[in-house]
């Protein structure tokens, strides 16, 4: 019986000031109401963002601090970013210092962790991230991007199993956390025929000070997705996941760690008439155990199949 409604809204205003300076401001919120048997609670976030933005061909320095209420809590926030063109544009340094709010509603909660139990708390985790990184290409397929960030997280969600059948999960805010994140991406493209993607997460959660440890957070992510155009009415794809296993508690309060994971999908769509498409989905295809949160093992090998029928464009008179 819980149910949660959200409005956001956000209206960005820029104004030129010179060839090479805007001012910009805008107003971004969020409102949620979420509702159970027993709770009612009313979340809301409002920022206002000013700033001002130099850019040249070569060089884009945005310059603010953002007034921000998270409830009646009140916060000011960075923003100040760089990127500087290197290289005939091909290679771009980037570094910045900014602050937002991951907002913590029932609908993100059950999307990442669909075995909690109903929160009785929603608390916004606040980050305050510097960084530095680049990105770029080489030639007129291959394009990359790099980051490293440290960020300081306070009321991060983390996810305990219960103690009396280990199978649900309670929410639990950490007060305070640091995370030294690298992230990186590498992308092949030919035309619209065949894409390669690939990316990797590597997180160092540290300095918590009432968890021992971030549960149920990810430690390494690495993933890939290849799309190819076999036939005009063919198109082949692939994705796999890589990722490090969590920690977690035992419902006798025992702290460990799952094992890491491996998956591969593959699939393929075949348009047979201009309205008509079928489509083969192979999901696990080594059929590998393996399990995300604690006491839920995935699906082993499966296979899907479907059609889809297209009704065309509505044109509206």
């Known amino acids: 019986d819980g149910k949660e409604n959200t409005f956001m809204f956000d209206l960005p205003v820029t104004k030129s ?86 907002k913590t509603t029932y609908q993100s909660l059950a999307n990442f962790n669909p075995f909690i139990q109903q929160p009785t708390v929603l608390n916004n985790a606040l980050v305050k991230e510097q960084y530095a990184g680049f990105k770029g290409s080489a030639g007129d397929h291959f394009t990359y991007n790099a980051r490293v960030s440290f960020l300081k997280i306070s009321n991060q969600p983390l996810f305990v ?83 490090d296993g969590t920690r977690y508690t035992t419902k006798a309060i025992q702290s460990g760690k799952l094992d890491p994971a491996f998956d591969l999908n593959a699939g393929a769509e075949f348009s047979f008439l201009p309205q008509w498409k079928a489509w083969l989905q192979f999901n696990n295809v080594f059929n590998n155990k393996y399990e995300r949160w604690k006491q839920y093992p995935v699906l082993g090998f499966n296979m899907l199949i479907g059609v889809v029928y297209s009704f065309g464009q509505l044109k509206m008179h």
């Open 17 to 102: 000031i010179t060839r090479i300076l805007d001012f910009n401001v805008g107003i971004t919120g969020s409102i949620s109401s979420y509702k159970s048997d027993t709770t009612n609670i009313d979340n809301t976030i409002y920022y206002v963002t000013p700033s001002l933005t130099f850019k040249t061909p070569n060089i884009k320095i945005v310059a603010g601090f953002s007034p921000s209420w998270n409830n009646s809590t009140f916060n000011l926030l960075p923003n100040i970013t760089a990127d500087a063109k290197i290289n005939e544009e091909k290679l771009i340094l980037q570094a910045g210092w900014i602050g937002y709010y991951n």
């Open 161 to 243: 199993n219960d103690t009396i059948t280990g199978k649900s999960f309670n929410v639990v805010y950490e007060p305070s956390l640091n995370d030294i994140r690298i992230h990186g991406e590498i992308g092949y493209t030919a035309s619209e025929q065949f894409s390669l993607l690939a990316g990797a997460s590597f997180n160092q959660y540290s300095s918590l000070t009432v968890n021992d440890k971030a549960y149920g957070l990810l430690p390494i992510e690495i993933n890939g997705a290849l799309r190819y155009q076999a036939l005009k009415d063919l198109l082949l794809k692939a994705d796999v996941f890589f990722w």
